[in-house]
């Protein structure tokens, strides 16, 4: 058992014991443990050191697997409001999977109201679309890492995201672990995020220039993870440029004629040996079904240890 965080006070997994004050280990400990092994809510009043406290412990449930992530425990004479928490999984895929990234998010970090009890993101659509600015390549970079590296390790991340439904912003902190692994290549990267009243994270100058350059681009910008064949970021003005359908997976190969995916997929392969490369035409869907032709030029840029593929899309007369 791990102390993430007391209060706005981030703590990085240490021992919940050598943290807390002896009052808060002999209230909070036995119940979290409870908590963590029924999933079940314990809510009721305590006695210690001569006198009444109220506390309350809360499991944190995972919207992708439905098991326990973690548990939220408040204590004291009179109870706060309790501070949302919410508990957050990412299924990655092995590469070469054909399968796409999911982003799984417990409601309670969002103001949803009495919608849906869970939001699951396809693909790379919770980094293009909910992520703001460099943030969104911050997180690229730790899915990147977790494809990349086979055991497990910390996650500590903070990042501003804007609610999906709500257009709320708000500055999240995210901590938990990537674990190994499955036998089917399948790995999990899950915790529990909450608000905090700003980012106290060192400035990232490559995710803020790429951020910078996306914010006021002139033409239509993406990245795409030539791995996945997703397009995770794109400039405000894509659809409205190109006019085209952006599919939940972020494929570019989903919304890419039949005839045309072999010379896109080998655009995307130069590009990831590090040559740029220009298509000269390749068809694209429209909402309406019918296709527009449009030049991709693109170039490779290094997102933490892996070439991606910047690229330009220009729509072609007619």
Known sequence: MALLAVGNELHQGTSPRSRLDPTARD???????????TARASVGAAYHSGRRWQVEVHPVIGAGTGGVLGAQAIYGNQLPVRPRVSGWEWRVPALGSGETVRTYWSPEVFELGDEASRRCWEGAHFLDEVLLGS?????????????RVGSDFQVIEEFAARDAMTGFVMALRMSGR?????G????????????VAASHRDRDEQG??????FADPGS?????????????????????????RMPRTRSVLDICHDDDVPAVQDLLDRVAQQSPATLHRARFATPD??????????????????????ARFTALPG
Do not use: C, Y
Request: charged letters at 25%; zero cysteines.
């Open 27 to 37: 209230l909070l400990l036995p119940r979290v443990r409870e908590v963590l092994r």
């Open 208 to 213: 803020d220039l790429l951020a910078a350059v």
């Open 135 to 147: 943030s969104r390549v911050r997180m690229r970079e730790l899915l990147a890492k977790a494809m």
């Open 184 to 195: 089917s290549g399948v790995r999990w990267i899950r915790g529990l995020a909450q608000r």
């Open 289 to 310: 079904g019918s296709w527009r032709a449009l030049e991709v030029s693109a170039t490779p840029t290094r997102i933490d240890e892996e070439i991606h593929v910047l």
């Open 220 to 244: 239509a910008l993406g990245v795409i993870d030539p791995a996945h064949r997703q397009i995770w970021m794109t400039s405000a003005n894509f659809g409205g440029v190109l006019g085209v």
């Open 178 to 182: 990537a674990e190994p692994a499955d």
